[in-house]
């Protein structure tokens, strides 16, 4: 354990005099409060880390705060060791608060209430996530219950615990998905790193302990072909016409549903050099999306007077199942599936990787590159059309 004193200069007082601050400091981190005591910078030892008495001066208030300096290293010292003897955590944030609390151990929270404390500081999640991790939530509990664990502390919190709650998910809550358990796993794994942040003792091992992602799965899209077919549908029910005029706008854009029901013409887009611009900021990563609002797009803008239908997800996904059932695509169209198809034909027509990512809104070009890499025909073909001719023949 490391004791430092030193002076907070951004708190200077009328009299030119600065607070002293203690530090602690072990490998679990640091932990820092104030000694109670005001020193003069000129009349401060940092090297020392003590008061010195400059000459002519009277010697009293040096040594008062050297003496008050030395009480409290005592004191801490004292409960370290209490620490040690109760067979309790021994932390910065433990030794501080047992010195604060005059040598009674601050109680350490349950895991549930450090989930809790780190879920209350999420203030920037949208309610999808907040839903998401509210659902966390109770499954962690009522793993928990079945365990007779519900007043767990965070460093009793296992790696074996873990790989029950990973079973325990399998086979109670019936999840399937390799990738969904493992943002379960993982968000347990971030409470555990929220309590070491604040000085909570967490066991190592489950802070380490992870699970394979699933198998990137190959984008589900439309080839140029199918979307001309859903392009040229055409049906008397006007609830199939507006989405599949949604679908088009989505093939266009590449906008997530969100912000496809939230497109406002006169606020997300741009006119600069004597083009307009999609410019709109995108709900689920704040990323901003920014591509050229195409003629296509600007048509079906127009036909809507520049104000798209709107239709709930579940309804307009269904609406696209039905016209993918009428022009014979065999897989299921969703929304998801527009975004994808308006990615991958943009890749196919040779736009860059980098720009397909920031007309998409990705935070990261790795995103584009892992969700959307994939070597069909129609890709093999223009490399060998374009190649220069004499090369050496393939092996």
């Not at 609830?239 to 939230?262: H, S």
């Not at 006169?266 to 990563?285: L, M, P, Q, Y």
Request: aromatic share 10%; with cysteine; proline share 5%.
């Amino acid at each position: 354990m490391t004791i430092l004193f030193w002076l907070r200069k951004n708190a200077t007082n009328r009299k030119g005099e600065c607070p002293v601050w203690c530090s602690i400091s072990m490998h679990q981190g640091k932990s820092e409060f104030s000694c109670r005591v005001n020193a003069n910078p000129s009349e401060w030892n940092q090297v020392r880390q003590r008061a010195e008495c400059r000459p002519g001066r009277n010697g009293a208030q040096a040594d008062y705060i050297n003496a008050h300096l030395e009480q409290i290293t005592s004191k801490l010292l004292r409960a370290k060791i209490q620490l040690q003897a109760q067979d309790k955590p021994v932390t910065p944030l433990a030794i501080r608060q047992m010195y604060q609390n005059e040598g009674k151990a601050e109680p350490c929270p349950t895991f549930l209430e450090m989930y809790d404390k780190c879920l209350s500081r999420k203030t920037h999640l949208t309610q999808s996530s907040k839903t998401k991790y509210s659902y966390l939530r109770t499954a962690t509990e009522q793993f928990l219950a079945g365990q007779n664990a519900l007043a767990i502390k965070p460093v009793q919190m296992t790696g074996n615990l873990l790989e029950e709650f990973e079973f325990f998910m399998r086979q109670t809550r019936g999840v399937r998905s390799q990738n969904y358990l493992y943002k379960c796993v993982d968000g347990l794994r971030e409470v555990l790193r929220f309590c070491h942040r604040k000085q909570v003792e967490v066991n190592h091992a489950a802070m380490n302990y992870a699970i394979k992602k699933g198998k990137v799965k190959p984008p589900v899209y439309l080839s140029s072909g199918q979307f001309a077919a859903l392009e040229a549908f055409t049906h008397p029910n006007a609830c199939l016409v507006r989405a599949r005029d949604l679908a088009a706008f989505q093939r266009y854009t590449g906008l997530a549903y969100v912000d496809l029901m939230g497109f406002d013409f006169a606020k997300d887009t741009v006119f600069e050099n004597g083009k307009t611009w999609i410019c709109k900021a995108r709900h689920k990563s704040d990323e901003t999306t920014l591509l050229p609002l195409f003629a296509p797009a600007k048509a079906i803008l127009e036909k809507y007077a520049y104000k798209l239908p709107h239709l709930s997800n579940q309804k307009y996904n269904d609406y696209l199942g039905t016209i993918g059932q009428t022009i014979g695509v065999p897989f299921k169209i969703s929304s998801h599936v527009m975004r994808k198809t308006a990615g991958m034909l943009w890749l196919q027509a040779g736009v860059p990787y980098a720009l397909v990512s920031k007309m998409l809104g990705h935070s990261n070009i790795a995103t584009t590159q892992r969700h959307y890499v994939r070597v069909d025909l129609r890709t093999m073909e223009t490399f060998f059309n374009t190649a220069p001719q004499g090369g050496k023949p393939m092996p």
